[in-house]
């Protein structure tokens, strides 16, 4: 998976194999959403294991 930025793409590394089921869209209409400590909505993906 493929993270991308205004400067960059960059790879999303992850420790288990799996397929992206669920993406947060809240973050991508607005990433400095990460910056804020709300945890339980600061999720970025949904990853169903292989």
């Known amino acids: 998976m493929e993270v991308e930025s ?27 959403k990460l910056n804020q400590n709300a945890q339980p909505d600061n999720w970025v993906l949904d990853l169903q294991v292989a």
């Open 6 to 32: 205004d400067k960059a793409v960059e790879n999303f590394k992850t420790p288990y194999a799996g397929t992206v089921v669920k993406v947060n869209d809240d973050l991508i209409n607005d990433p400095a």
